[in-house]
């Protein structure tokens, strides 16, 4: 059964995705990011920039098979299949469909009201179904994964 993961109260959204999505593919993890166009674009820009010396390997699923195939890091929008089913982190915010053919999904939840909104909504639906779902809350001197 798929693992439900919460990270919440996160005050850098953007910077701690990709802080875990460095620490995911150390570990040799495969990520399918799911979220919408425009927020794909800020996340894959942002993981070419977010450290001088650290890369995290990730291609748009966009990208031709060839890299699609070594890449353990996928951007891809709710249209596009996914290329593994090992761990999804959804970027967007609502329920991804075919969250469930997933081993692992990670939710992370930032300080906004709105973004706390809709990730209870989420919450509930993965719960009203049975899913076992965690909570990572994350203190002020822990916000940093890995």
Same mark, same amino acid.
Request: with cysteine; glycine share 6%; aromatic share 8%.
């Given at each position: 059964?798929?693992?439900?993961?919460?990270? &919440?109260?996160?005050?850098?959204?953007?910077?701690?995705?990709? =802080?875990?999505? =460095?620490? +995911?593919? #150390? *570990?040799? #993890?495969?990520?399918?990011?799911? !979220? @919408? $166009?425009?927020?794909?674009?800020?996340?894959?820009? +942002?993981?070419? &920039?977010?450290?001088?010396?650290?890369?995290?390997?990730?291609?748009?699923?966009?990208?031709? +098979?060839?890299?699609?195939? &070594? *890449?353990?890091?996928?951007? !891809?929008?709710?249209?596009?299949?996914?290329?593994?089913?090992?761990?999804?982190? %959804?970027? /967007?915010?609502?329920? $991804?469909? !075919?969250?469930?053919?997933?081993?692992?999904?990670? @939710?992370?939840?930032?300080?906004?009201? @709105?973004?706390?909104?809709?990730? =209870?909504?989420?919450?509930?639906?993965? *719960? /009203? =179904?049975?899913? $076992?779902?965690?909570?990572?809350?994350?203190? &002020? %001197? @822990?916000?940093? $994964? !890995?």
């Amino acid at each position: 059964m798929t693992e439900i993961a919460f990270h &919440t109260q996160v005050p850098d959204k953007l910077g701690y995705c990709c =802080r875990l999505l =460095r620490k +995911a593919t #150390a *570990s040799g #993890a495969q990520v399918w990011v799911q !979220g @919408e $166009p425009a927020q794909l674009q800020l996340l894959d820009a +942002a993981l070419w &920039t977010f450290a001088p010396l650290d890369f995290v390997p990730h291609c748009l699923a966009t990208a031709d +098979a060839a890299v699609l195939a &070594t *890449s353990p890091v996928v951007l !891809g929008a709710p249209d596009q299949p996914p290329t593994h089913h090992q761990v999804l982190l %959804n970027w /967007g915010d609502s329920v $991804p469909s !075919g969250f469930e053919s997933f081993a692992r999904v990670i @939710e992370i939840v930032s300080l906004q009201d @709105e973004d706390r909104r809709l990730a =209870r909504l989420r919450w509930k639906h993965y *719960s /009203g =179904r049975g899913y $076992p779902v965690t909570a990572h809350e994350q203190k &002020t %001197n @822990e916000a940093q $994964p !890995g």
